[in-house]
């Protein structure tokens, strides 16, 4: 029994699949960035020039009402140092401290946007609850916990993090407009960037961040067993059926839903495996593909 598991555990390890979610040059046609603060790099120093850790004797007083900025200028490190507490930091009394984002559009892109958060690091005891606010119009989504609080220390090396937000454009205005970032549940983030795309007009759903791979147990039931193939990815676009399709050794396993923007995990039942096998995956919408394996 031993060494069938261990041959199980290998395989699904190298099931592990990374999946393309579009051509680079059409990700590139349908995407462009409106603003952005801070660099993708993995570091808080554009935030900060000393380790975020040294911040927290700041609060509650110095950043009592959170930080507003204005995403036309870069903000400057005293006003926002890019740590950002949450209710159970412990360092003051349980409360929040929101960051506020104002911007202007001269017109509203009909596809919508898309807001990317990018963190240096997250506080390894609690995963961190974040809430977004587009002109009052709000939605959660959460950052996993990080593997260590190395970025409380120093500026440079971190342990990153990313999440997105779907903005539907019925929730911009040309205009001014304002984002507010919120840490509703956990101890800390970091900030490493984060970024306003507009989103051309799509007639099915464009799905990024897609991954794929087989978890390390199995299902057992009446009389079968079968390992369950996860599938993780952000959808952005129309709200429209999609269909999965795993295939394995010529069989194929589908899966349909009716998918909706915003973050996705769903899974595909496979048989069980007991050698390393590929598995390609295809998602497709209105008999047209929209992501597939590399």
Same mark, same amino acid.
């Given at each position: 029994m031993m060494k069938k598991s261990l041959i199980i555990t290998t395989a699904l390890t190298l099931l592990l699949i990374l =999946?393309?979610?579009? *051509?680079a040059g059409a990700a590139e046609r349908t995407f462009s960035t409106v603003w952005m603060i801070g660099a993708?790099?993995?570091?808080? %120093?554009d935030f900060s020039a000393k380790p975020s850790g040294e911040w927290f004797k700041e609060f509650p007083g110095r950043f009592a009402d959170g930080f507003n900025l204005d995403a036309a200028r870069k903000p400057a490190k005293e006003v926002f140092p890019g740590l !950002?507490? @949450?209710p159970s930091c412990g360092c003051g009394p349980s409360r929040t %401290?929101? =960051?506020n984002i104002k911007f202007s559009l001269d017109t509203v892109k009909p596809g919508g946007y898309l807001l990317t958060v990018g963190f240096a690091g997250v506080s390894p005891g609690t995963d961190a609850k974040m809430t977004i606010g587009a002109n009052g119009h709000k939605q959660n989504q959460t950052a996993m916990r990080g593997a260590n609080s190395i970025i *409380?220390?120093?500026?440079?090396?971190?342990?990153?993090?990313t999440i997105a937000f779907f903005i539907p454009a019925? !929730?911009?205005?040309? @205009?001014?407009? *304002? *984002?507010?970032?919120t840490l509703t549940e956990g101890q800390w983030v970091v900030y490493d960037y984060i970024k306003l795309e507009s989103v051309a007009e799509l007639q099915r759903p464009m799905l990024r961040n897609f991954t794929a791979a087989a978890l390390p147990f199995l299902a057992h039931g009446a009389k079968t067993a079968a390992h369950e193939l996860?599938?993780?990815f952000f959808a952005i676009g129309p709200s429209k059926e999609v269909s999965f399709t795993a295939s394995v050794d010529g069989s194929k396993y589908v899966r349909k839903i009716s998918l909706a923007p915003g973050k996705h995990r769903i899974s595909i039942s496979i048989p069980e495996v007991k050698s390393a096998k590929k598995v390609k995956v295809t998602a497709e919408s209105d008999g047209e593909?929209?992501?597939?394996?590399?």
């Open positions: =999946v393309s979610a579009a *051509l993708d790099n993995g570091s808080s %120093y !950002q507490p @949450g %401290y929101p =960051v *409380l220390e120093n500026t440079i090396k971190g342990d990153p993090r019925d !929730q911009m205005k040309a @205009g001014d407009n *304002l *984002l507010t970032i996860r599938l993780d593909e929209i992501a597939k394996t590399e």
